[in-house]
């Protein structure tokens, strides 16, 4: 629940193509090759990253293709006595949950029983400026009210037993942060207000809601209320350090702490069918997905970077939902990329740690690079002849148009050949990146020299003639 776990770093029935059964692969067929070789590296990685965090286990589910084609757990769930980690035991998921209760609001939206233009005030009574905060802003947390819990520990209040009324009593009543709108400010508050009006509106408790409309369609069947009582001995215990110091089991918030902010825990599979659910826009309608998709801008026009209760990006031309989260022992991440059919759920049970979201990253990396085309080995050698001649001084100008033509001068042979000949023989020539631009197409290459690396950047017209081809 804390800013640690929940600022990225800078954040109705589903046809699920393959079943869990408590194995790695879920398909019904052998694993090909490909999905033989992802595995290795997913294993690779959490093995790699629990060793060095020291974090005690991983679970960890991936979608390729649209299916889930990867459960596994890592480490172990418990420590005294030692219980290993299992794809079926269950984790918090943390500030994750607010996806879940931000696609309770926008259904209610759907059936037109609210809109997110509404101020929260409409709903309910007695917040500050709540006749000019929308429900908009407090799942996009623009709003203003502040964080009741930032912290990345337990403290002694949230020992005790709580309730929603409680904390907007104590945090949502204070002046505002900032004016609505104006900034963006991480705020658990935030989603203790959106919870309790999709109470007010649906006339029965969000958990129902959400059972109802998301859990049960979806077939989450292993999902469970942490904020009710503590997962129970079946499941991963939650960790945490004094310091760098032993692993020791973490204290349990009190019921109330949690609600609509961060109640759900779930195995790394079930969050998967979730992803998927965002992928193939299952249970909302487009409409709804692109609400809770779109990053919301602050009244000056300035990015947030964050949608309605996720973290909205374009990462290298990949349209990339991410949002992590964390609760006492528990912190886990979770990436969507929905335009590549692509997901990553990381689900770890120790609080205040890296480790699932260095994970949740690295394998997303290694799916981008397993589905990347393979390199043009054509268009790698012709650029690589090109460069050679350049540091020559030479080129074959029946390959340039006639800008490029003009660009290569005398001078321009001239400094192109003494600056590059003076690096010496370079020792990769390889492709970085490849797109659309002005009609064209643009490709980049590093060359490896020892010591440094240079850049080549070209632009190809549609009939192959190079109208760019610098060295940077």
Known sequence: MAMFARVIRRPWSLPLAAAVFGGVWLSAQAPQPAATDLAASVDRIVRSVLTTTGVPSASVAVVNNRKIVLAHAYGDARLDP??????????????????????????LEEQGKVSLG???????????????????????????YQDYWPQDYVMPGMLKPTTSQQILDTWAKRTLDFEPGSKWQYSNTNYVIAGLIVEKIAGEPLWQVLRERVFTPLGLTSVANIDEHALPAGDAMGYFRYALGPLRPAPKEGPGWLFAAGEIAATAADLAKWDLSIITETILKPASYREMESEVRLTSGVATNYGLGMDVRLVSGHRRLEHNGEVSGFTAENIVLPDDGMAVAVLTNQDAANAA????????????????????????????????????????????????????????????????????????????????????????????????????????????????????
Do not use: C
Request: charged share 20%; hydrophobic share 40%; aromatic share 10%.
């Open 82 to 107: 030692r219980v290993p980690a299992r794809p079926e035991m269950r984790y918090g998921i943390g500030s994750i949950s607010k996806q879940f209760t931000a696609a309770a609001m926008l259904w």
């Open 118 to 144: 509404d101020p929260v005030g409409k709903y309910v009574s007695g917040l500050a400026r709540g006749n000019e905060v929308t429900i908009r802003q407090v799942l996009s947390h623009t709003s203003g």
């Open 357 to 472: 979201g260095d994970i949740g990253r690295q394998v997303m990396a290694r799916l981008l690079d397993q589905a990347a085309p393979p390199a043009d080995q054509t268009r790698t050698d012709s650029a690589r002849h090109i460069f050679d001649g350049l540091r020559q001084g030479t080129i074959d100008r029946a390959l340039f148009t006639d800008n490029g033509n003009a660009y290569f001068s005398r001078q321009a042979l001239a400094d192109y050949a003494a600056s590059l000949s003076a690096l010496g023989a370079y020792t990769s020539f390889a492709p970085t990146g490849t797109q659309l631009r002005g009609g064209m197409t643009y490709r980049s290459f590093a060359v490896k020299f020892p010591g440094r690396t240079v850049t080549v950047s070209i632009f190809e017209m549609p009939d192959g003639k190079i109208e760019q081809f610098l060295v940077i």
